[in-house]
Each structure stands twice: as C-alpha cells, then as structure tokens.
C-alpha cells in the first residue's frame, strides 16, 4: 500500500494530501520540530506538537496559521490518522505517526534515544514502514550516558574557575542550548545569549520550566561574567562579542566532537560529544523496535546505514532529501553587530 512518496518539496501523505517536513511551501505541512531545515516559511497551514507551538512561532512569525495537538493525540487528515509520539530531540519534537486503513507509517524527524531529562523521552512505535534520519549513522559515533558528559562538563568548569577563567560553551540556540543549561543547572550563574534568551522565552510559553539564566547583555560588565558560566551560538565563536569575555576558555558541544580532529579544526579549548541525534546504537535499537518491514533512510550517513540494515536482513533504501545537520540550523536572530 503506497500511502507516501517522496517529491520535491517533501515527503507527501497521498490520502492525506499533507507533507511532512517540507522544504518548499505547500498547502498543508506537518512538522517534526522547531528546527530550521525542518521547519520552515511560507506553508499555509501548520500542524505541530503542542511544545512546538510557540516555537515555530518564535522562528517563523507569530501570524502564521498553526494548530498543535499533544503526544498520541490523534488527528484524521482526508482519512488519515495522524498522531505524535516523543522523538526526544529537543523540547517539542515529535515522530509522526500515519495510520491508513490500518497501514502504519512512522516519520522520525530527527531523535536520539537516550535520556537527556530535559525532553520527553524518546518511545518506539511499531509500524509496518519507518522513515528514520542518520545524522550519526556510523559505528564511530557512540555517545556516553548523561550523567558521565555531565560530570566531565562540571570539572571542566571547575578547573576553568581554578585557574581564573570564564567557561563558554557554544551549542545551537534550540535543544544544544537548553541540554547544556539543564548539564551546568546548579553549578553557578548560567548567561546566555538573546538569541537563546529569547527562545527560552517561548519554550517556558508552553508552560515548560527551565533552568535558571540571565540575559548577556551587549554592554556587560566584564567582572559579572568573570568565573561563571555563558553560553553562546557556535556562529559567534570568533566574534567581537566572545572575544570581550574575560579569559574565556571555549567549548564546543556537538556529536561532533567524538572526533577529536573537529575540535582541533574548531580551534577551542575543549569539545564534548554532546548530542540530541541518535547514535549508531541507538539507531539500530530504534530501527528493531518498530519492527517495520521496510525502513527508508534519510540525512546523515545513509548509505552506510541503509547497507547496514539490508545486510543484517532488514529491508532498506536510501531517501534523498533537503534535511541537514545542526550546522545547517538557526542563528537567524543573532544581532550581526556582535557576530563580526
């Protein structure tokens, strides 16, 4: 039963006459998440997780034409039965669920299955086809538990003060920022970035609780900064603005980072393997849990993966699609007098 296909705008629901994820505008678009190679401008109508809600509307502009609903909520759509179930990618991602005529279908968007407890966790949902991305779909990439990067994040900090230095970590305004917010929560004063400042804003607009920061402001005091904590976009790493912060040592949080040569290209002090994607086993146990019979692959390394799984008796094919990594997102409200 033929209930999607692949075009080139997006991943379209036949029956449905809806597109999941679309990158160029359409009627009807049903969104995983808030970000920016997921979520995009110009759709006449929204769908999204309730959490999603104020998110999109953040990025996208408060007057567009958005509805949300709330995880395994269901919604028919021209006959489908649509559902969001936890993608725990960041706060308000969501797989999307396609029931037609009893024929499942489940579209990951981006996800990760470990524990981060800040977003709801990930829950596998069994299907007869899964569409999954594959961002970190080689066996190289293998993230450590949350309580081990948390500790490592910590003493890095501490020692950072020991030696009279200002810890700056750098992670995408959506998901990186507020993972980190929620590792570093308690250690000492945590200031951000208005750009992450203001997402947190429209986070916290659902109702969400976060971790307790304070807005850097352009024309900060250097001794209020001095030994704490800051957090900024990876795009200002270099710029006017960081290089005001009073002995700064500099971190990097991204997958990434499993690779010790992308620390030494990113030229920080310091890189953790911080991720909101799967990993290679968490993609595999993701893949299993569905028990789908077919299993499409998206962004990433997909070619390895798609292998991988036909190989291991899993029936798989590469998809091609406009989707990108973290790099590709965001900083669009980052104010370009401080970037330089």
């Known amino acids: 039963m033929k209930i999607v296909k692949f075009t080139n705008k997006g991943i379209y629901c036949i029956p449905g006459k809806f597109y999941l994820d679309p990158w160029l505008p359409v009627d009807y678009a049903i969104i995983s998440h808030g970000h920016a190679d997921h979520a995009r401008r110009g759709m006449k109508y929204y769908l999204c997780q309730n959490d999603s809600k104020s998110i999109l509307k953040h990025r996208l502009g408060a007057d567009i034409n958005v509805q949300s609903l709330g995880y395994n909520e269901p919604k028919v759509v021209n006959g489908v039965r649509v559902s969001f179930f936890p993608a725990g990618h960041t706060i ?5 669920r396609l ?10 968007g981006d996800y990760k299955v470990k524990n981060d407890y800040l977003t709801i966790p990930y829950e596998p949902v069994k299907c007869h086809e899964f569409i999954t991305e594959s961002t970190f779909g080689l066996p190289i990439y293998n993230w450590l538990d949350e309580e081990v990067i948390q500790r490592q994040m910590q003493e890095w900090v501490a020692n950072n003060q020991a030696n009279n230095r200002t810890s700056v970590f750098l992670g995408y305004s959506l998901g990186k920022a507020q993972r980190i917010m929620k590792l570093m929560e308690g250690v000492d004063k945590m200031y951000v970035h208005s750009a992450i400042h203001n997402l947190n804003n429209a986070i916290e607009g659902s109702g969400i609780l976060l971790p307790e ?21 990876p795009a200002l790493l270099g710029s006017k603005l960081l290089k005001k912060i009073p002995n700064a040592a500099t971190a990097i949080c991204s997958g990434w980072m499993q690779i010790r040569g992308n620390r030494r290209w990113q030229g920080v002090d310091a890189g ?45 094919a590469e998809v091609k699609t406009e989707y990108g990594t973290d790099e590709d997102d965001e900083d669009v409200n980052i104010d370009k007098k401080v970037a330089s």
């Open 213 to 233: 920061t304070e807005l850097l402001k352009y024309d900060f005091k250097k001794e209020s900064v001095q030994n704490k904590i800051v957090i900024l976009p």
């Open 92 to 96: 308000g991602s969501a797989q999307i």
């Open 99 to 108: 029931e037609y005529k009893g024929y499942v279908i489940v579209f990951t």
């Open 272 to 316: 953790f393997a911080v991720s909101d994607h799967a990993d290679w086993n968490g993609l595999l146990s993701a893949v299993k849990a569905t028990e789908a019979e077919k299993v499409y692959v998206t962004h990433g390394s997909q070619a390895v993966f798609s292998k991988y799984l036909n190989e291991i008796g899993i029936p798989s």
